[in-house]
């Protein structure tokens, strides 16, 4: 009777930890926010000469469930450049460099040159080894050049395109939170490519805080988007990131630094790509 009394206890304190606790849903949200924020948009706050938390092992795992809004408030500053230099007059291409180039700058430029060097990488081709180690190389070659510039372009193109500055906001902040939701999705899918780097550092997070990230990115979405064009930039986003997941398991073995910028790239032009069509 004892014995079956403590196994009844046992499924039930199992059962209580499989579900999302609320309480501990709430807790750490601002450590979490400055965490996600020092992973991915320090270069601000070093020129400003604001210290934010060192990551430490594990710390980004912990943290994931705030990348959306993250990569929102990161769209929306965005965004809110391209208004500015639109209501004083500038043409929507120019407003729309201004609106990219902010990104860029928060991000220190880190996830278009980690979405070029693992573009130039799968093009060299050649063994896991071979590519891990193309993925460290400091200088870019041609292709990855390309890659960027390409990059940058599109994005330019079709903020400058969607023109209306309520718009351009909307797509930006969507594009943002269900593009940081996939880095959150990404390193929980896969393992470190290797035992070094950001991705090691990282951790693999939490089930629970997975899917709070994607749920909170999928409401950022359905706020900033009319609904049909919501959905639809969820469902491409989360194919994009899909395809970037299984290219780095059949040539990498596992997720890096450079895959999650190229996820996040990836996942970014998706989104302002389903908006533009559905425009």
């Known amino acids: 009777m004892a014995r079956a009394a403590q196994r009844r206890r046992a499924r039930a304190d199992s059962a209580d930890e499989a579900w999302i606790n609320p309480i501990e849903i709430l807790k750490g949200w601002w450590t979490a926010v400055l965490i996600s924020t020092s992973a991915f948009y ?3 706050f070093v020129l400003g000469g604001v210290e934010l938390p060192k990551l430490k092992k594990g710390d980004a795992a912990g943290a994931v469930r705030a990348m959306p809004a993250v990569g929102l408030v990161a769209g929306l500053a ?11 007059g500038l043409p929507p291409v120019v407003a729309a460099l201004l609106a990219i180039a902010l990104l860029v700058f928060l991000s220190g430029a880190a996830n278009e040159g980690e979405f070029a060097r693992l573009a130039e990488a799968l093009i060299a ?8 180690a193309t993925l460290k190389e400091d200088a870019l070659g041609a292709y990855g050049i390309a890659v960027m510039a390409l990059c940058l ?3 330019v193109a079709i903020v400058a395109y969607l023109g209306d500055p309520l718009a351009v906001l909307g ?4 594009a943002g939170a269900l593009s ?10 896969l393992p470190p490519a290797r035992r070094s780097g950001f991705a090691f550092v990282a951790g693999r997070p939490a089930a629970d ?7 909170l990115a999928i409401a950022l979405a359905l706020l900033c988007l009319p609904a049909l064009t919501a959905v639809v930039a969820i469902l491409i986003c989360a194919g994009g990131a899909a395809k970037f997941a299984w290219f780095a398991h059949r040539n990498l073995g596992g997720t890096t630094r450079a895959v999650l910028g190229g996820v996040q ?6 989104v302002l790509l389903a908006i533009v069509a559905l425009a």
Do not use: N
């Open 209 to 215: 805080q997975v899917v709070i990230a994607v749920l």
């Open 265 to 270: 790239q990836g996942s970014e032009i998706g």
């Open 78 to 88: 965005g965004g809110l450049v391209y208004v500015i230099a639109y209501l004083i």
């Open 42 to 44: 320090a270069p601000p």
């Open 171 to 174: 797509a930006l902040g969507a």
């Open 153 to 155: 372009g599109i994005r």
């Open 125 to 132: 081709g050649g063994s896991k080894t071979q590519q891990l």
């Open 180 to 189: 940081f939701a996939a880095i959150a999705a990404t390193l929980y899918a």
